[in-house]
Structures are given as C-alpha cells and as structure tokens.
C-alpha cells in the first residue's frame, strides 16, 4: 500500500485543474491520455508520461511533441487543432476530438461515435436552450413556449424562438439578440451538466453514473485479488471516489445556481467567468475518467490476467483531484507548494540540473585536463 | 456425422463464422457445462481462435487431473511422440486417474478449486495438491492386461507428472511466459526445474524438457540456455534429449509450414501462425545463431518467408480493391474490414521480415502505396488531395504515420507542424 500511499499524497496531487491540465485522447500509444495544459508563457504544453514506463514525464511545448514523438495522422491533425485553440478546456478538447474523429481519422468506429457524440450535444444544447426559456419566460409572467410549433429537428427552430426573446426585452432592458446570445452561451456550458428539469441525462451524470459503477466493480474485482493490484485497484477506488464526492457537490451547487434563469443571467452579466466556473466544474473533475471506464469495460470478459494488465495502467493514468477541488467544497486544506514552485524551466543548452549554461561541459573538459 | 462435425450450418460452422465476443461465451458455456473434453475433438480447429481468446474456464476436476501434463500434449498426426503425451489418449488418462478418486477427496478437492480466493493459480495448487498424488498413484498401480508398450510408457509419463505437480506447477508459473532472454532469477527458475528433471525415472528428463520447449517460443534459443544452465553430470543426457525434441520440433514446423502453404485461413490467423514460425526460427536480438548438435532450423526460414510472402501479396492486392461509393452504407463496414486486414498484414510483414530481412516486404508496400495514391488520383482528377483520408490510414497501418502523413498532409491545411512541413517526401516516391 505504500505505492498507494505516494500516489495519492498531496505532494503529487496537483493544486489545481490548470497545473492538472485536461487529457487529450491522442492515439499514438506513446502519449496516449496526455494531459495539456499552458505553460507560463500561455503557450500549450503536453506532459506525456515516462515512455519508459518509469516515473517522471517528458513535458514540453506541444509545438515540439511532433518533433519528439512519432505521431498518428489522427494526432497531427489533432495538434495542428489544439494549437489553434484559444482555450484549454475539457469541453473545448472533446469537441476538437470529435470533430477530428469524425473526419474518419481515428477509423470507422470512431467517427461513427463522434457523428452520434455531436447530433447528441447539439440536441441537448438546444433542450437546454428551451427549457432556460420557458422558465425564464415563467419568472417573468409571460406566455410560455407553443410546444407544439417547436421541432427541435428543425434548423430554423432558433429563429421560430425570436418571438418569445423579444417579450422578455423590457423586463431585462436587453435586446432580444444580446438575450439569445447569452442564452445560448449559458445553455452550451449547462447542457453538459444538465438540470432537474431536463429530459435527457446530461455528459456530466452519465459519466458521474458510469464512474459509479466502475468503483464498485473495481471494488469487487479486487477482493479476490492479490496484494499488489489489490492495493493499484484500492488507488482507482480511493480517487473514483474522493471525484464522485467532489462531483457530486459541484452539481449540487451547479444545480442551486440553475433554479432560476433570470437571477442566472443577472449573474452571468455581472461575472461570467464566475459562472462559468461553478457550472464547468463537475466537467474539470470529471474528465479523464471516461477513457478509463471505456477501458475497464473493454476488458469485462477478458481473462483474469488481461484485467490485471488494465488495472496496472488504469493506476498510471486515474487522474488525481486537484486540491484545489477541496476548497470548493468548503474544506480547508494545507496550502502546498505548486508544483511550478517545484519545477525549474529549463531552456536549450542548459544544464537541468545546476541551471548553469552548457558550459558547464567546458569546466568538465578542464577539470579532466587537469586530473589527467 | 455429429452436428457439431460436419458440413454448412452445423454448430462448428456457426462457431467459426461468429465474432470473438461470441465465441468466447459459447466456449464458456461449454467450460462450464463440462462437456468440453466430448467436444474437444470437433473443437480442435478453433484451437488457434482459441488460444488468443483465452475463454475463462471453471477450475474442474478434468482441468485440474490435466494441469500437470498439458505441456505435454501433442496431436495424434505429430510425427513424434517423443516425451509426448497424445492428445487422443487424454480422456484415457483422465478416467484412470479419477474413476478410482475416493468420492471424499473429490469432494474436497472440487470444494478447494471453487473457493472464491486470490487468484486461480493459487486455487489450482490448493486443490491439485490434493488430488495429483492420488492420481498418480492411481495411474501407477493399474496394470490394465495387454497393454502396449508405449501406452504404459505414456501412462507412466503421465504419473510422473501428476506427481511432480505441486512442486514443477509453481516454478512453471513463475517462468511462463519463457523470456526470450531470461534474467538471473529466469535463469534461477531454470536451474531449479532442471534439479528437479535430473531426479526420478529416466524419462523425467526427458518430459520436463520436451515441457520447457513446448512452452518457449524460441525453442532453439532455449535449448542452448539450458545447456549452459545444466551442471556437468546432466550435460550429456541432457543434450542428447535436447538434440531429439529439436528435431521434433523441426519436423513440427516443416509440418506446420507444409499446412500453411495448403491452408486458405483468414489472415489474421496466418498472420499469428507465420509469427510463431518467426519467433522459433529467429534468435533474440544481440544474442548468436548456435544450432544445437546436427539440428539447424534456420534453412526452413527463406522457403516460409517465400511462403509468407506470397501470401502477403495476394491479400495486399486484395485490400487495394476500392470501397463502396461514398455515403454507400456498407462503405464503413467496408473500411472497417479493410483495417482489420490492414493490421493483419503488417503482422505479417514484421515477421517475414524477421524470416528474410531482404524479402521484398518493403517493395511490396511501396508499390501498393502507388497503387493507392495513384487510384485516388485517378478519382479526383482536379484534387488537390493525392489520398483520401479512408486510404491515408490504410498507409498509416502498412508503411506508417511519417509517408501516410505526406500524402494526407493538404488535409490539415497549411498550418500543419513546422518540423513535418520540413521533412523531406519519402524515399523512392515523386
């Protein structure tokens, strides 16, 4: 248990989402599921684990991961997307996934996925569209939605919805473009999480559920295991469940924040970041995990040692909550050192660990002379 | 004809045309049924399916009586039989060593294989260790009248087995799968399977050797660690056993080479018999060809990569033929089959290359390279575009990321990575 232990210590523990980073679903094997994130100077970095399967990981500017790594075509496109990217995020990598996917880099089975993937975020974000709506125009004492002039197949449905913004322009004083506009923005990032009220089982609680189920089945996996991976399996369970924890308040918070549309919008005028911050969280800490579900589900009617072969990497890949998450749910945590302070950047030709410039070499060289 | 042997629509027909998935849980239903062993001849040809699917199998008194020889097994047709047990006599032997079972220690024993514990290996040694002594007394003291000579020395072998199984199983495990090249506790391991193989009957030996090598898929390379490994006393009888199941196991290959070249399997499992093929004939890197007394397998290596390459020809011709019309709906089935295939063959590519490092492979997917960016230059005539992105990944999966990359590279626009933009085009092409 002692490899657990270290695992799941707050020195490795990240402090927070942004030094964590965001997972990206390459599939060249060699950085497969690694993370990115921005470095000081805002530009994306990839931090890739040990090819050599030992510790430590090879971080470097994402730019250069081409030049290092022998790359898919899926996931030179794929980097040629991210760099465009002005935001790291879960959603902002999923929906550059899906979209490479779909072009068929990542084979048939993928872009099938991704088309199902997309036609089913697009439905859900218009959902949730309608649904803000109907109960912002509720608060407002105005006639709700004709339900049955709604198609929500129809391309032009957003335009049969002007009539209905325009009726809310003089109880918010905005003009009924500005109200579809922040509604929509506000109805992409709530559609992942979803709502009571919502008709569909949102990305946030279908992966919250799944990792559910993933705890408990590793759990009973590894009663009749060994120490060792008994002890690997004990580290998936320990953060599956510290994230269900963590999700599950963050949804609930999500959730309060979500009980009225008008107060919602009031605040995403005043702080949108603030907002978009409470309702993307339950994404931050849920990602990373559906790779390992996928793979723990890959191997349910495989032999025992295929099972053990996923249970080590799923150890090497469970994303570790960041601290930070523990201050959200009102915990008070011992301040660590960022693993940034940790870190010393190194530039080209310098010595990593003296941080003296490669002349260093020549000192060497002299020394040798000298001892010669 | 049972319905399980014979022609169309028959179990066994039905069993080889459905997917993995599915097989694997008829399989196990088998397994648990406990009618394998009445089904194991008719299964026989799903062996090589079989044995990458690994069906889990329930720990019974049948699997638990064959664990200590089912190294030992060999077909009836291998033409030898040499410190072999055959795979025709197996109910044989499993009958005599459990119908005489006191009904008490049957009971014990399949209550300690079913015991929910840590993992199936344990359980296995738990519970054999009850019943191999037993078996084996049982199949000693029999003296069935008539019986020929080599049945009673089989049978004998068989025992013998039973009765080292507590202590032969344990190193086993710890050994298997043989690495190409065993390290000091491998070696350990070795050294301590072989103290055990110099004691006993003088056929002991000879079993446990025949065991290693069956397991080892570089047997040749194996053979010559063991040598090293014997002490002095056991090199001589050693080598001569050594020299014999080598032979075996050149004749098995000539054999299995002979099958291949007849054989119309799907390329998948072609693809995984010519590795094993490669894997026996090829020693490890940085390790040197020293063939084991008379026997050198190596001239088999130029007629099955000749062999293999033929093969890997026609199925590349067979893969290059054009997909469905876009938007068709068997398109991306199409793909999918494709791929599949696709994989196969680079399998099969990197053994032959490991066969006959100057066989012709790379030409060979050169020119389907060609061949693909030619059609699909011969389709979109004013295209900008040399392969579709359906054929780029068919080149990805032949000849790699780098040259599919150079064909694909108008598809991700002209900011594509600054370090592959600079990357000179591939060898031998435009």
Redesign the interface.
Same mark, same amino acid.
């Given at each position: 248990l002692s490899s657990r232990r270290r695992l799941f210590s707050v020195k490795l523990r990240p402090a927070t989402f942004a030094e964590a980073g965001v997972a990206a679903p390459f599939t $060249?094997p060699t950085v497969a599921q690694a993370r990115l994130r921005l470095d000081r100077r805002g530009r994306v970095e990839i931090v890739a684990r040990n090819p050599t399967g030992n510790g430590g990981a090879y971080i470097m500017p994402l /730019?250069a991961a $081409?030049?290092l790594f =022998? @790359?898919?075509?899926h996931d =030179? *496109?794929l *980097? !040629?997307r991210l760099l465009?990217l002005p935001a790291i995020s879960p959603l902002s990598i999923r929906a550059q996934a899906q979209a490479v996917a779909l072009?068929? @880099?990542a084979? #048939? !089975?993928a /872009?099938?996925a991704a088309s199902r993937a997309i036609a089913e975020a697009e439905e859900h974000a218009l959902l949730t569209l309608l649904l803000l709506l109907e109960r912002w125009l509720a608060e407002a004492g105005q006639p709700r939605i004709d339900w049955r002039a709604i198609d929500t197949g129809d391309r032009a449905v957003r335009e049969r919805l002007k009539p209905y913004f325009v009726r809310l322009e003089p109880s918010t004083g905005m003009t009924g473009r500005a109200l579809v506009d922040a509604v929509e923005s506000l109805s992409s990032v709530v559609a992942p999480i979803g709502f009571a009220q919502a008709p569909f089982e949102s990305l946030a609680v279908t992966t919250l559920a799944e990792l559910r189920a993933l705890d408990a089945s590793i759990g009973s996996w590894a009663a009749?295991?060994?120490h060792e991976l008994a002890g690997i399996a004990g580290l998936v369970q320990d953060c599956a469940a510290l994230t269900i924890t963590c999700a599950e308040a963050s949804l609930a918070k999500a959730a309060g924040l979500l009980q009225t549309t008008g107060r919602l919008l009031d605040a995403h005028s005043t702080a949108p970041e603030a907002v978009a911050a409470v309702l993307t969280r339950p994404i931050w800490l849920l990602h990373g995990w559906r790779h390992l579900i996928a793979l723990w589900q890959s191997v349910a009617?495989? #032999? =025992? #040692?295929?099972q053990r072969d996923v249970v080590v990497e799923l150890g090497e890949l469970v994303p570790l909550v960041p601290l930070e998450a523990e201050e959200w749910q009102g915990r008070s945590r011992q301040k660590p050192r960022s693993q940034y302070e940790l870190h010393r950047h190194v530039r080209l030709n310098e010595d990593w660990r003296t941080g003296l410039a490669i002349e260093r070499q020549a000192v060497l060289e002299r020394l040798q002379a000298a001892a010669l | 004809m049972s319905a399980i042997h014979g022609a169309d629509g028959t179990l066994l027909d039905l069993l080889d045309r459905v997917d993995d998935q599915k097989l694997r849980r008829v399989i196990e239903l088998i397994e648990a049924s406990g009618q394998r062993p009445v089904l194991e001849p008719a299964l026989a040809a799903l062996r090589p399916r079989l044995r990458s699917l690994r069906p889990r199998r329930p720990l019974t008194l049948i699997r638990l009586v064959t664990a200590p020889f089912a190294l030992a097994l060999v077909d009836d047709a291998s033409p030898h039989a040499f410190a072999a047990v055959r795979r025709g006599h197996l109910p044989r032997w499993q009958a005599a060593a459990l119908d005489p079972l006191d009904p008490a220690l049957a009971t014990m024993v399949r209550e300690l294989a079913a015991t929910p514990g840590d993992d199936e290996h344990q359980a296995m040694l738990a519970a054999g260790r009850r019943l191999w002594p037993a078996a084996a007394t049982a199949l000693t003291t029999m003296a069935p009248a008539g019986e020929p000579a080599e049945d009673r020395l089989e049978r004998l072998r068989v025992a013998d087995c039973l009765a080292l199984g507590g202590t032969l199983l344990p190193l086993l495990d710890r050994l298997l799968p043989i690495p190409a090249l065993p390290d000091a506790e491998d070696r350990e391991t070795l050294q301590a399977i072989l103290a055990i193989a110099a004691e006993g009957p003088p056929d002991r030996l000879a079993i446990v050797a025949a065991m290693l090598l069956r397991a080892a898929s570089r047997p040749w390379s194996l053979a010559a660690q063991l040598l090293e490994l014997a002490p002095g006393a056991l090199q001589g009888a050693l080598r001569r056993v050594l020299e014999r199941l080598l032979v075996a196991h050149r004749l098995d290959l000539e054999r299995c080479l002979e099958r291949q070249a007849e054989a119309d399997t799907p390329i998948a499992d072609y693809a995984t018999a010519i590795e094993r093929l490669a894997a026996a004939l090829t020693l490890p890197e940085g390790t040197a060809q020293r063939p084991l007394g008379r026997d050198d397998p190596s001239p088999l290596r130029r007629p099955a990569a000749a062999m293999a390459m033929t093969r890997f020809a026609a199925a590349l011709d067979g893969l290059l033929l054009p997909l469905p019309p876009p938007g068709a709906p068997a398109r991306a089935a199409a793909q999918r089959a494709r791929e599949a295939e696709a994989r196969a063959l680079s399998r099969l590519g990197r053994a032959v290359r490991r066969l006959a490092p100057d066989g012709g492979i790379e030409r060979l997917i050169e020119e389907a390279v060609e061949r693909l960016v030619d059609a699909g230059a011969a389709r979109g005539k004013g295209r900008q575009l040399p392969v579709g992105i359906e054929d780029a990944r068919l080149i990805e999966i032949l000849a790699g990321p780098d040259i599919a990359w150079h064909y694909l590279r108008p598809h991700a626009g002209p900011a594509g990575p600054g370090a592959l933009a600079r990357r000179p085009p591939p060898a031998g092409r435009r």
């Open positions: $060249t /730019k $081409t030049e =022998r @790359l898919s075509i =030179r *496109v *980097v !040629d465009a072009e068929g @880099l084979g #048939p !089975d /872009k099938d009749t295991e060994h009617d495989q #032999p =025992r #040692p295929a | -």
